[in-house]
Nanobody, 125 residues
Framework: QVQLVESGGGSAQAGGSLRLSCAVS????????MGWFRQAPGKEREFVVA????????HYADSVKGRFIISGDNAKNAVYLQMNSLKPEDAAVYYC??????????????????WGQGTQVTVSS
């Protein structure tokens, strides 16, 4: 049974940084493409960043390009989201997600098979 567990959310000042973690259990990380999505109150779930299977190619939403970095560690079976230069509009619940299909469209939430429970990120101005 595959499970994803996020951690590392919390509060930061605008311009600050946070690092989110997503621990994967039940299957090797290398068998998944991984994505991070976020959802603010009253808004739809939004793509943030994804990394292809085998911690390969990365894809960033324009809104976070140059500020956020996705990485992973196969030995720890985890992916990370380093968030720098945070803005108030980055505040949301952040979810990690996993998909095994090579053909998955990584920017689309409905392509993913597994989701974590989410972790709250708050950014104060």
């Amino acid at each position: 049974q595959v499970q994803l567990v996020e951690s590392g959310g919390g509060s930061a000042q605008a311009g600050g940084s946070l690092r989110l973690s997503c621990a994967v259990s039940g299957r090797a990380l290398s068998s998944f493409a991984m994505g991070w999505f976020r959802q603010a109150p009253g808004k739809e779930r939004e793509f943030v960043v994804a990394i292809s299977r085998g911690l390969g190619t990365t894809h960033y939403a324009d809104s976070v390009k140059g500020r956020f970095i996705i990485s992973g560690d196969n030995a720890k079976n985890a992916v990370y989201l380093q968030m720098n230069s945070l803005k108030p509009e980055d505040a949301a619940v952040y979810y990690c997600a996993a998909v095994g299909r090579i053909s998955a469209r990584l920017g689309q939430a409905n392509e993913y098979d597994y989701w974590g429970q989410g972790t709250q990120v708050t950014v104060s101005s």
